[in-house]
């Protein structure tokens, strides 16, 4: 095009037309053409080393940490934990690029997007909180499986509270509420599942007797919320996968072997997974509700049986006689209805 330009007598601007340049770039290519011949319209940096290019050592240092210190970790969450642990900065595409290159794929297999109607979040911080358990081998073959019990508010996609339970019970479920209202306050309304814990099975008189957990709802003032489906609870559905690539990879590299040890790094985790994941919401003030200073959170959030106490003043409680002694009050409650009340943390009392 340029010697048609120098020869032929085609102008400057249909050659600009042709090449996708500009005119007065034409006549900077020609000049250089006339000057040194074809190798002058090749690039300046042709056959230079980018100066923001790897260096040579780095990529087999990436592929050995991600086969021995970090395996299992996804193209992200490797790129991040070479940066807090190894003082490398490489960016995912980069890791991404050296771990494909060297034949490791992302162990997280990515399922295609199906069509759904986004349900938008709520516009405030504490309206809803969405909760669930995952059981889950969290310390491979090192220990047990158990089960992670998750809270995520729903305008913020924020973790208030997390907690590792051998099983998915109500008495784990009530240690994660009052961490979350302790530390945030009471939100407005919860999320489940049909859980045993949430929803008792309808009885005998076609009705379902109310559980532990809707009691202490009614007393809190919080609205239970139950999903029908597993695409309803999506987000805390989605969170627990992202605890089980991200967490599991956490706990081997501490080298948790128990629960304890697991939960300590798990609070060590949360902090840092709030502020990579939290989005801001649509309204900043947020809906947690303070807890009245004379409300008792411990014998709420806490099981009650209810009782009738024998003539002898004791009532029974799972094979054992609890005996009742006479207060400032009363010297009998004998015939009394009165109430069994279980701590989550243990202790017992009996309500009157």
């Not at 002694?325 to 009998?332: D, F, K, Q």
């Not at 989550?344 to 309500?351: E, I, K, Q, W």
Request: proline share 7%; hydrophobic share 40%.
């Amino acid at each position: 095009m340029l010697e048609r330009v120098d020869a032929d007598g085609l102008r400057a601007a249909q050659a600009a037309e042709v090449l996708g340049v500009s005119e007065r770039h034409v006549w900077r290519l020609l000049a250089a053409y006339r000057a040194r011949g074809a190798p002058a319209l090749a690039h300046g940096n042709c056959g230079r080393r980018p100066h923001n290019a790897v260096p040579d050592s780095v990529p087999a240092t990436v592929v050995r940490f991600a086969r021995e210190r970090y395996p299992g970790a996804n193209h992200t969450h490797l790129s991040e934990l070479l940066w807090e642990h190894e003082g490398l900065a490489l960016s995912r595409f980069t890791v991404r690029r050296i771990l494909e290159a060297a034949g490791m794929p992302s162990p997280r297999r990515r399922r295609p997007p199906e069509h759904r109607v986004r349900r938008e979040r709520m516009p405030r911080e504490g309206m809803l909180l969405q909760v669930d358990g995952s059981h889950h081998a969290w310390l491979e073959e090192r220990g047990p499986r158990f089960t992670l019990l998750l809270a995520v508010d729903d305008a913020t996609g924020d973790v208030p509270s997390a907690l590792f339970r051998p099983a998915e019970d109500a008495r784990g479920y009530f240690s994660l509420l009052e961490q979350v209202v302790l530390r945030r306050g009471l939100p407005l309304a919860l999320y489940t599942d049909r859980h045993g814990v949430f929803q008792a099975p309808i009885g005998r008189t076609g009705r379902r007797p109310p559980t532990q957990f809707s009691r202490a709802f009614g007393e809190l003032g919080i609205t239970q919320v139950f999903a029908r489906s597993l695409q309803a609870k999506g987000r805390v559905e989605r969170f627990a996968g992202t605890f089980q690539d991200r967490l599991v990879t956490e706990l081997r590299h501490a080298g948790a072997e128990t629960i304890a040890e697991a939960q300590t790094v798990l609070d060590g985790f949360l902090p840092r997974f709030n502020a990579r994941f939290r989005v801001e919401p649509a309204q900043s003030e947020p809906a947690y509700r303070p807890l009245k200073p004379t409300l008792d959170l411990g014998a709420v959030l806490a099981f009650r049986h209810p009782r009738t106490v024998a003539r002898d003043n004791t009532v029974k409680f799972r094979w054992r006689t609890l005996q009742l002694l006479p207060g400032p009050e009363r010297t009998s409650y004998a015939r009394s209805r009165v109430e069994v009340v279980e701590r989550a943390d243990g202790p017992l009392s009996v309500r009157h």
